[in-house]
Nanobody, 129 residues
Framework: QVQLVESGGGLVQAGDSLRLSCTVSGRAFSINNMGWFRQAPGKEREFVAA????????YYADSAKGRFTISGDAAKNALLLQMNSLKPEDTAVYYCAHRGRQCYDGIACYTDARFYEYWGQGTQVTVSS
């Protein structure tokens, strides 16, 4: 079993920055890839960014490219998301997701929520205009 705990959300103004963190814990777990997803009120959960743990390849939604940076701290088993130039449309609950097993379905392994095995409880990000 893997536990994910997000932190770092909050209320900010448009143009501000936030850094989200996700701490991974559990017994004898492995990490193939991790990602951030978000869900705004009345909308479906959507992909934000992902990282392949071994090698560090990163993937971003178009809405995140150039503004968000995903990174992993292997020593601390932590996933980070640096969010700059925040916009009101970034307002959502942000979820950390984990996949331990290898995946052979290409980029979908990183961008499709169905390929992730464990999820955090989410952290609220609210951006005011």
């Amino acid at each position: 079993q893997v536990q994910l705990v997000e932190s770092g959300g909050g209320l900010v103004q448009a143009g501000d920055s936030l850094r989200l963190s996700c701490t991974v814990s559990g017994r004898a777990f492995s990490i193939n890839n991790m990602g951030w997803f978000r869900q705004a009120p009345g909308k479906e959960r959507e992909f934000v960014a992902a990282i392949r743990w071994s090698g560090g390849n990163t993937y971003y939604a178009d809405s995140a490219k150039g503004r968000f940076t995903i990174s992993g701290d292997a020593a601390k088993n932590a996933l980070l998301l640096q969010m700059n130039s925040l916009k009101p449309e970034d307002t959502a609950v942000y979820y950390c997701a984990h996949r331990g097993r290898q995946c052979y379905d290409g980029i979908a392994c990183y961008t499709d929520a169905r390929f992730y095995e464990y999820w955090g409880q989410g952290t609220q990000v609210t951006v005011s205009s």
